[in-house]
């Protein structure tokens, strides 16, 4: 099995940052893209930040000069440092990974149970 546990969240003053964390644990073999989602109430779901399977980085245009995207490999984690915070961040954040297992053939797309962002003063 693979788990990815996020943590980080938090409420927080406009103007400031936090720092969100993903590990995947369990049975990897191998990570393909890993990066950042949100949802914001009544609204879809949202890239907002994630490595490609090649290593590079894509941002959604709202977050680009406010956000960074960053990993460890040996540790199989993925950070996102949010700085900047406006209210309109606030979201339930999500992380999500293209892993393959140990011993299975083809990768799975993994999503962490979300945690929450709140910007407000």
């Known amino acids: 099995q693979v788990q990815l546990v996020e943590s980080g969240g938090g409420l927080v003053q406009p103007g400031g940052s936090l720092r969100l964390s993903c590990a995947a644990s369990g049975r990897v073999f191998s990570i393909g893209t890993m990066g950042w989602y949100r949802q914001a109430p009544g609204k879809q779901r949202e890239l907002v930040a994630i490595?490609?399977?090649?290593?590079?980085?894509n941002y959604a245009d709202s977050v680009k000069g406010r956000f960074t995207i960053s990993r460890d490999n040996a540790k199989n984690t993925v950070y996102l440092q949010m700085n900047s915070l406006k209210p309109e961040d606030t979201a339930v954040y999500y992380c999500?990974?293209?892993?393959?297992?140990?011993?299975?053939?083809?990768?799975?797309?993994?999503w962490g149970q979300g945690t929450q962002v709140t910007v407000s003063s």
């Open positions: 490595f490609t399977r090649y290593g590079s980085t």
């Open positions: 999500n990974a293209d892993i393959r297992q140990t011993g299975v053939s083809s990768p799975y797309d993994y």
